[in-house]
Structures are given as C-alpha cells and as structure tokens.
C-alpha cells in the first residue's frame, strides 16, 4: 500500500482515532476529510493529521483511494446514497458503524457490494469528538470487518492490513452474525444497565436510600448506563430484530429463575450462579472490544487527612498520571477504600509497583 489517499467523512472520536494511528504508523498516506465543523478539521490539518479538507461530497472523493463513513449510524447510509458516482474505480468504501445489517441492506439497494467493506472497531470512550481521539485508542481493540457477498478480496486484504496498520485486531465476520453478537454482548447489556437503574429509581423511596447505598457491585454492572442516549437509541433502531432475539431469551431466562425462587429450588439458584461464575471466570481480563479497557485498583488506605495527596505525588513523582480517583462507599466485595483509574496500561502498571514498594495494599 503506497501513495495511497484515504478520505474521511466525519472525523469525530473514532475516525480520528483511525487517521491518528494511520498517520502514525504510515506518514507519507494523504488524509482528506470532511466534516461540519470546519474548525476541528482546521485543527487536525495543524496537528498534521488531514492533508487536504474536503468542501462536502463532490470531485475530490475522486482522489481516495479508500473512503471512512464514520458519521453516526443512520447518516451514513445517507452519504452511502451521495457518494456513488464520485467513487474512482477501485476504490473502497467502508463504515465504523456498530450494526451492520442496515447499512449492508443500503448498499445491496444502491448496487454497491462490490466496493463496500463494512468495519466497526470495537473500541470507544466515554467522551467525543476529534479533540479526543488518539492515535491509540484502538490498540489491541478488535476490528470486525464485514464484507458483502461481492466484496473483492483484495479489498478485505486491504482493510485487514490496515486494522494490524493502526494496532488493531482484525476479524472477517459475516454482517448478521456480526450483528447477533454485539445485540447479546453489547447492546443487550446497555438495556439491561438502564432498566436496572430506572427500577431502582421507581422502588427507591422518599429517603433515596437506594440511591445513597448503591454502590460497589451496582454501580459496576450499571456503568454503562452513563453513555449516550442518543446513539443508544440509534443502534436500537437499526439493530432491533437481534435485540429482540437476545432480549426474549433473557425475558424466559429471568421468568425460569422466578419460578426458581417460587419453588424454592436450591441448587437450580445454585447452579445459576455456579455456571455464570465458571464462564464469567474464562473471559479474559485483557479488555477488548465493546467494554471500555479498565486500568484500575483499590488501595485500602485508612481516612485521615493527607492520605490521598501523600498516594499522589508518591505517583506523581514518576509521572504516572492519574484518570480518577474515586472513594468505594459500598466494599462489599473485598475492594479497598479508594479505586484509582489509569489512561493505560503501562500507568496502571507502574502505580502499582510504586505503591507496593510503599507497602499499601493493593486489590485488582
């Protein structure tokens, strides 16, 4: 791959993140890109990330040699639509969308399969926009590639040389299983997360008791609710027969442990929690795809004044910069007194060999 143009449509978060590590890794490619705010492009051709800015769809397309879709799900299939007769021949189209299915129906519809390769990198942040992308956000993250039943295989072999281009972790999946899996792994939790803290707010009471002790174990299986509910509801549009799928199976899973609970069944509500510990415990702790990478601790510290400005500049003093740090009401599960939250990896790792030689004691 040399001398090669790629174009973005849309540079927020994820598709700055993938001009970054493109950059990064291969200087002389030529980024173009467009977006509405003209100011964040302006910023990233400072930073030398874009070379050229593109006015909107029109001639220039002409020049790219692969084009990024990575504006939000439903506006994508919309540019689909655009784009058509501005494509070079040869030229690759792909997407960064999370569902797949609506947006390959789109290109079946516009007879595009032949130059269509569908992507959703499975990586994100809690915060958006160009300003936050990194040239590292989608290390190690996988990359699911989805082509159509006319895609060139040159074209996936493209777009799979540049998933491992920017660190990532490539994976060809046909788009509706593709779609199946993320409604049970990714979407369906998302649900699950909001129901579960709408219920509590309903049955909490005047006192907001619920509310005030909702920690620990709550907190983490709910953090998800935090996210966008716009995008949510976008992927539940587009995603709706899967969902549907995954949720009526949870529905009879939840009805069969009711009755379990009914009848008093012992080692049925035993083995519930006995087969979900055995699978929960082989998923790696190595955070990729959907979930956001978690570098944290606790450090159980006793609540005096001073104790956390002496943790961090014992820190500080090895430039081991902080995310979070937050204090755990609720440490019904064996957590310390204090969660510190790293950017990555490598910080995580070094706080903990600074604290140990401080001799605290640390709780993964």
């Known amino acids: 791959m040399t001398d090669m143009v790629i174009g973005f449509i849309g540079l927020g978060l994820i598709g700055g993140s993938i001009a970054k590590g493109l950059k990064r890794a291969w200087p002389d490619v030529k980024i173009l890109a467009y977006m509405r705010t003209r100011s964040k492009l302006e910023i990233a051709v400072q930073d030398g990330i874009v070379d050229e800015i593109l006015d909107g769809v029109g001639e220039q397309l002409r020049m790219c040699d692969i084009l990024f879709l990575c504006t939000p799900v439903e506006y994508n299939a919309s540019y689909l639509r655009e784009i058509g007769s501005y494509l070079k021949d040869g030229a690759i189209v792909t997407d960064v969308g999370s569902t797949k299915v609506d947006i390959h129906q789109t290109v079946r519809e516009l007879g595009m399969e032949h130059c269509f390769v569908g992507g959703h990198p499975m990586a994100g942040s809690e915060k958006t926009g160009y300003e936050n992308a990194t040239d590292h956000l989608l290390e190690n993250a996988y990359y699911i590639i989805t082509p159509t039943p006319h895609s060139r295989q040159e074209d996936v072999e493209k777009m799979i040389a540049i998933a491992q281009l920017i660190g990532s972790l490539p ?56 996210s966008s509910p716009e995008m949510w509801e976008q992927i539940c549009m587009t995603n709706t027969g899967p969902i549907r799928e995954m949720l009526n199976a949870y529905i009879t899973s939840l009805q069969q442990i009711l009755k379990s609970l009914h009848q ?61 740090i937050g204090i755990n009401h609720n440490r019904e599960h064996g957590e310390g007194a204090l969660r510190i939250t790293f950017y990555e990896e490598s910080a995580m790792n070094a706080a903990w060999e600074q604290l140990k030689k401080y001799n605290y004691e640390l709780i993964r």
């Open 171 to 226: 994976i060809v999946l046909d788009y509706e299983k593709h779609d199946r899996i993320v409604a049970a792994i990714s979407h369906l939790p998302h649900i699950i997360a909001s129901s579960l803290v709408n219920l509590v707010r309903d049955c909490d009471d005047e006192e907001e008791l619920m509310k005030r002790l909702a920690a620990g174990g709550f907190k983490d299986i709910t953090r998800i609710a935090s």
């Open 264 to 324: 008093q069944d012992s080692p049925a509500i035993y083995e519930l929690f006995d087969q979900s510990r055995t699978y929960r415990n082989s998923i790696s702790d190595v955070s990729k795809g959907s979930v956001l990478p978690d570098y944290s601790f606790t450090v159980d510290i006793v609540d005096e004044p001073g104790s956390i400005s002496t943790l961090a500049v014992i820190l500080s003093a090895r430039g081991i910069n902080i995310k979070n």
